[in-house]
């Protein structure tokens, strides 16, 4: 069932590395490996994975972990850029590039609290049969 709630939260975590990937390209951590870029493809791919896999419950809750962790990485290699990146008060150049991640792992937290919620309400329905 693609219209549970648990969806919504996923879709709008895949939302959120989808506007990273596009606001994130001025990005350089590194001249020779995209990292961002790549990080921000793997997260569309696990989300629509996730999403996808509505059957298997338990495999949404790995996959979104997952999601979960590579986006704290991105936000730790964010930081990292931050920090490093030149401007100050006569050149602001500093982005919202951290914010997409911290957004992404809020809704991911949401969405498996609720895919645990509707796994105890198939284990207690097969209770009572």
């Not at 390209?25 to 989300?47: K, M, Y």
């Amino acid at each position: 069932m693609l219209q549970r709630i648990q969806t919504i939260w996923t879709l709008l975590a895949v939302l959120a590395a989808v506007f990273l990937f596009i606001t994130g390209q001025d990005v350089v951590i590194s001249d020779s490996i995209p990292l961002l870029n790549i990080g921000s493809i793997l997260l569309v791919i696990i989300g629509a994975l996730s999403i996808f896999s509505f059957k298997n419950r338990k495999r949404q809750i790995l996959l979104n972990t997952i999601s979960i962790i590579i986006n704290v990485l991105l936000i730790g290699v964010l930081a990292y850029w931050l920090l490093n990146l030149s401007g100050g008060i006569q050149i602001p150049e500093k982005g919202i590039e951290p914010i997409f991640p911290l957004i992404a792992v809020i809704c991911l937290l949401i969405a498996n609290m609720y895919i645990r919620k509707d796994e105890r309400l198939v284990k207690s329905v097969d209770r009572l049969r």
